[in-house]
């Protein structure tokens, strides 16, 4: 019976916090991807090249960023990959060649939208963690005035011991 117990006390994972569950599918889905890429790569070249540059600013971002989520790098690529969306689909109805790649990325336009819109995702990785901090910290001073009001109310209603500050012990001796 004790050996029992002791083979259910194997299966049980530890509770240390040392122990974490690790992430699954991510290297299947980066090679999985990779291998696509490499045998498309013959008919789909001029999107490749065209990616490859217009994805610069996010490859900094991904070899820059310090945080072990990569929240930044995730802001940065979804915003970089929305404003480079427009010259993939250009180059796709326009035929895919080099020579219309390199017209793309030859306009000072493109490089405006491309470039801006990374410029965009890196102001949301300062700017949204700042304005969440101001509305919490307004919401909880507005929650804090409510109370005091609050607390106000009830001293008019029942006197002045219940809303004091005072140990509970002092309020119980002074009776």
């Avoid at 490859?59 to 915003?79: I, Y």
């Avoid at 219309?100 to 965009?120: E, K, N, T, Y």
């Avoid at 307004?138 to 005072?166: C, F, H, S």
Wanted: aromatic content about 8%; charged content about 20%; overall charge positive.
């Amino acid at each position: 019976m004790a050996e029992a117990k002791d083979k259910t006390d194997d299966k049980k994972p530890a509770q240390n916090g040392k122990d974490k569950p690790k992430k699954s599918g991510g290297k299947l889905g980066f090679y999985t991807t990779l291998i696509l890429i490499i045998v498309a790569s013959p008919f789909i070249f001029p999107t490749i090249i065209l990616m490859a540059f217009g994805l610069f600013p996010t490859l900094v971002v991904l070899f820059t960023d310090t945080d072990r989520d990569k929240s930044s790098t995730a802001a940065v690529g979804a915003m970089n990959c929305a404003g480079l969306a427009p010259f993939i689909i250009d180059l796709w109805v326009k035929g895919q060649t080099v020579d219309q790649v390199f017209h793309i990325l030859g306009q000072g336009a493109s490089w405006l939208v491309i470039l801006g819109s990374a410029g965009i995702g890196q102001l949301i990785v300062y700017a949204v963690p700042q304005a969440m901090a101001l509305m919490t910290f307004a919401r909880y001073e507005a929650r804090l005035k409510i109370l005091k009001k609050n607390v106000e109310q009830m001293k008019e209603t029942w006197g002045p011991d219940v809303g004091t500050t005072r140990p509970l012990d002092q309020i119980v001796r002074m009776k």
